[in-house]
């Protein structure tokens, strides 16, 4: 298994675990997530953080229980394994940002059995370090449509289908408000 973590500095030599720094609700039991530790993403489910760090981003892919009707209707005739939906005026930034994947040694992370994330409680030295260029061209790499939008408000709808949603830092899209401030 390999892990990554995703960084637009290329002068780290140590991830030392540290506290989320907007604590999000999480499930009883999993509050300690918001405390500190070091993140990291599988292989397979890398390419969502092949980004900007702050840019906001909903990615979504079929599983087993998406239904026909929802892989016709949403995820259409694509061949990719993923798409990004993205805030056109971020668009410039994923050409333009320079970003590394930092390689981390498994042995002390724990799954989180949530989209490929694994964190962990030590400090981590990474194996290898390698840019990333042309994040765009990165993503087509990884097999990611992306797909630009004035806004990702609209796709608000898609935690409600069978297919897979993650959004990311969601809170800088253009007039996304959190669920209970609508």
């Known amino acids: 298994m390999r892990l990554f973590h995703f960084s637009e500095d290329p002068s780290i030599t140590r991830f030392v675990p540290r506290a989320v720094r907007i604590p999000t609700a999480r499930p009883p039991g999993r509050e300690w997530l918001n405390g500190p530790l070091v ?21 979504v892919w079929p599983t087993v229980h998406t239904t026909e009707r929802d892989r016709t209707e949403i995820w259409g005739t694509t061949s990719h394994r993923m798409i990004a939906y993205v805030e056109r005026r971020w668009v410039p930034r994923l050409r333009e940002t320079p970003l590394y994947r930092y390689e981390l040694p498994p042995s002390s992370f724990q799954s989180l059995d949530d989209a490929g994330m694994w964190v ?3 400090d981590v030295i990474p194996r290898t370090k ?3 260029g042309d994040l765009l061209m990165a993503l087509r790499h990884e097999a990611v449509e992306v797909r630009s939008l004035d806004s990702l408000v609209p796709l608000r709808g898609l935690w409600a289908t069978s297919l897979h949603v ?17």
Do not use: V
Request: net charge neutral.
């Open 120 to 122: 962990s409680s030590q």
């Open 39 to 59: 993140w990291s993403i599988d292989e397979w489910h890398q390419p969502m953080y092949l980004f900007p760090r702050e840019c906001p981003r909903i990615l």
């Open 166 to 182: 993650s959004g990311i830092r969601l809170r800088n899209a253009a007039g996304w408000l959190p669920a209970s401030a609508e």
């Open 130 to 132: 390698m840019p990333m």
